[in-house]
């Protein structure tokens, strides 16, 4: 008797797991720092991620039926509040895969606690410490964004082309601006550049006028701001403006958004920067499905939107819905050798993976994942006129 | 010669004009806190939160006054929006008055559950105001933004370094000196100073007298209701308005308060700017000055920093502690807290 009710329960449970197998919408979690020092950029993120989703969706072929997705809010700095929005993610949304996490410091602490342990595979569009280049993560952490090494070089090529001899560095202090500001420092020195000082300032404050008068006093023809737009990246460049501590800025990726310029004036003009993006077909292809789904392709839009497809064709390419089976399979679909695969068309990737051939997805930005599964990284350089980041040209 | 004007101005920059400004925002404060401890007899935490609601509705009123189209031209409009700002602030102070602290005054708790209590107000006003106006920065300053622009003032002189000085951090000092002029003359030649004054010297006796204590504190409120909007306002027009901000700024406050001795009206506005000069002046960067006024040979390489300006803050609360170990009383002789 035991032993058929053992045997009845266990079928039971097997068929159940097949069935959901079958049928189960595939849930995604999408985690970005809805609010805190980026929200200004995550509405676009977001709306690129579910963007992704939803063409899935109408198109009707994917392996797995109708893909649901979930939200939930990193916060960018609070690492504790990442990690229990995480767990959640994956314990009560049962979600398969999750595009994020934004900032790097979060991304880290969400990938160690949580996604490892649990084997889920994660894929942020934004997070660009060096550091996750190394990060112990069973090969289940891939991102869309490339590492601030690359920044690093970018960062020093355009200053060296501009003239800039010396140069200060304002870091917000935590591992992305960490790591950014070692790489532009390294980078900036062995090309023969001098830099001043490269100091730390906290977000969140209402005054910065001592970091500015520490970074005036030590002088620099250019602050180089690795800080976040909506914080005290915008506070160092209001007090550096308002002393007249500095005229030029540099804007690397966290500070490039619309709100910067509207919110300091006109007295930014003249800032250069540089933030990931292309001018490949797919970036303006991915600009006009931005449009017209009422949301503007910003900074990493593009890349939410590429993490959330290359989750689901790497789904579709392995058969599987199960994180640890599809990681496997993600550089495959990213990368060549196979047909080129644009935004707009992920129903024509489903269908040729199904078909049994091979894709290379190049998406909105031009997807090439090297290394451990990171984007080789193009650049956008802009600089800042008539209130407006304007494109200089794409490296 | 060139030299030292160079590095005067350069002081003058980073420190005296900042300076200024920033302890003019706080000795306002710690006057709030110094009348509150005087008449109420206890450490009105809440007292930044106050600030934070001041400047909010200073705020919302500002925006008011420009939907109407009223402006200042060259001054920011929120200078006409403090007092109506400060109305709402002083009518939350007697509700929150009349609904708390009353309620514990009749039962004559004592300080400890008093602070306590105003631990509890803090987390409820900012709890209104994130409500309110939500915990994004709010940016409302309007007008002339300097009255001297550093590009200008290099122009001017021919000198290396160049002197800003804000609009805001000029109407500080201004309205900071007519305030303050104002509560002093207020406590000391009016009658209902002067019966403050008595009642926080020796509350029985004063009762004994014919003071009536309602009004003592019905005043007192009114007044720190009126400090902390126009501190709050200040700080919020010349820094950016941010409300997680104020949470923080209760330390310097109280640190000038008691630097100054609690309780004593001219020992806050001392103390206030002692802290804000001495946070400066410990965490500058005096490579600079130095290269100014020392022969070259003598130049330094590094930034001759005592502290860096992360540990801005610990300078407040190193001078909070040490003045509570070697003079609990402050300089100008208050009550011990």
């Known amino acids: 008797m035991k032993k058929i009710l053992l045997a009845t329960t ?16 595939v849930n995604i979690g999408i985690i970005l720092g809805f609010t805190g020092p980026i929200e200004s950029l995550t509405v676009d993120m977001g709306a690129g991620a579910e963007l992704a989703i939803s063409e899935v969706n109408s198109a009707g072929n ?33 979600v398969n895969a999750i595009v994020g996490g934004d900032c790097s410091g979060v991304t880290t602490a969400m990938l160690e606690n949580v996604a490892v342990a649990n084997g889920t595979v994660m894929i942020s569009p934004s997070a660009t410490s060096p550091a996750l280049s190394t990060v112990a993560d069973d090969g289940l952490f891939f991102r869309t964004a490339p590492s601030d090494a690359r920044q690093g070089e970018i960062v020093r090529d355009i200053l060296m082309e501009q003239g800039y001899k010396t140069i200060a560095i304002s870091y917000t202090n935590n591992d992305y601006g960490k790591g950014l500001a070692d790489s532009i420092e390294a980078n900036f020195k062995a090309a023969g550049g001098t830099v001043t000082l490269n100091a730390s300032h906290e977000d969140g404050k209402g005054d910065y006028g001592a970091e500015v008068a520490a970074l005036a006093q030590a002088g620099g023809d250019i602050l ?22 500095f005229d030029n800025f540099y804007l690397p990726d966290g500070m490039i958004g619309d709100s910067l310029p509207v919110d300091i004036g006109p007295d930014l003009d003249g800032a250069i920067g ?33 993490a959330a497809a290359l989750i689901m064709l790497a789904m579709q390419a392995s058969g599987s819905n199960d994180s640890t089976v599809f990681k496997s399979h993600v550089m495959d679909v990213a990368n060549a050798p196979g047909v080129q695969i644009f935004p707009g068309q992920l129903a024509e990737g489903m269908a040729l993976l199904e078909a049994g051939f091979d894709i290379d997805y190049v998406g909105a930005s031009a997807v090439e994942l090297v290394g451990s599964g990171e984007s080789a990284g193009n650049y956008r350089e802009i600089v800042v006129q008539g209130g407006k980041n304007t494109t200089v040209k794409y490296r | 010669m060139i030299d030292f004007l160079n590095a005067l101005t350069l002081l003058a920059n980073y420190i005296i004009v900042p300076g200024l400004a920033y302890g003019s925002q706080l000795a306002l404060g710690a006057l709030g806190v110094t009348m509150v401890y005087a008449v109420l007899r206890f450490s009105n935490f809440a007292h930044g939160e106050l600030m934070s609601f001041g400047a909010m509705c200073t705020i919302l009123c500002t925006w008011a006054l420009q939907s109407f189209g009223i402006s200042l031209t060259i001054l920011p409009t929120a200078l006409l929006a403090i007092p109506a700002a400060a109305l709402i602030t002083v009518l939350y102070c007697i509700i929150i008055n009349y609904f708390v602290y009353e309620h514990y005054r009749e039962k004559k708790i004592d300080t400890n ?36 622009k550093a590009r200008d003032f290099k122009a001017m002189t021919g000198l290396n370094e160049g002197l800003a000085i804000k609009t805001t ?40 007298s014919g003071i009536n204590p309602k009004k ?24 950016i308005y941010k409300p997680f901000t104020f949470m923080y700024l209760v330390l310097p406050v109280f640190a000038s308060a008691i630097l100054g001795g609690v309780g004593n009206p001219v020992g806050a506005v001392v103390g206030g700017y002692i802290i804000a000069f001495s946070e400066l002046i410990f965490t500058f960067a005096y490579k600079k000055f130095l290269f100014y006024i ?7 390489d590094g930034l001759v920093q005592l502290l860096s300006t992360d540990y801005k803050i610990a300078v407040s609360f190193l001078i909070l502690v040490i003045v509570l170990l070697i003079k609990p009383t402050g300089i100008f002789s208050g009550k011990t807290i």
């Open chain 1, 10 to 25: 266990a079928s039971v449970v097997l068929a159940s797991n097949a069935f959901a197998g079958g049928h189960s919408t």
């Open chain 1, 62 to 94: 994917f392996k797995f039926g109708e893909i649901a997705s979930t939200r939930a809010d990193s916060t960018c700095i609070d690492s504790a509040a990442a990690t229990a929005a995480t767990e959640r993610l994956i314990t009560a949304d049962k």
């Open chain 1, 224 to 245: 180089v701001v690795a800080g976040y737009l909506n914080d005290g990246g915008k506070g160092i460049i209001m007090s550096a403006l308002d002393t007249g501590a």
């Open chain 1, 274 to 306: 540089a933030v990931p993006g292309t001018d490949s077909p797919g970036a303006a292809t991915f600009s006009e499905m931005a449009t017209a789904s009422n949301f503007k392709a910003g900074p990493f839009a593009a890349e939410s939107y590429d």
């Open chain 2, 113 to 148: 559950t008093y602070f306590i209590v105003s631990i509890g107000v803090l987390f409820f006003t900012a709890g209104l105001i994130r409500l309110v106006i939500g915990p994004k920065d709010q940016n409302f300053s309007d007008g002339v933004r300097f009255i001297l």
């Open chain 2, 169 to 208: 951090q000029g109407m500080t000092v201004v309205v900071t000196l007519i305030l303050v002029a104002f509560v002093f003359w207020f406590l000391n030649r009016t009658r209902t100073g002067k019966s403050m004054r008595a009642y926080s010297d020796n509350e029985d006796l004063a009762l004994l």
């Open chain 2, 216 to 239: 003592v504190i019905l005043i007192t409120w009114i007044i720190t209701g009126i400090l902390a909007t126009v501190a709050g306002a200040l700080y919020g027009l010349d820094k």
């Open chain 2, 294 to 300: 020392l022969p070259e040979s003598f130049s330094p």
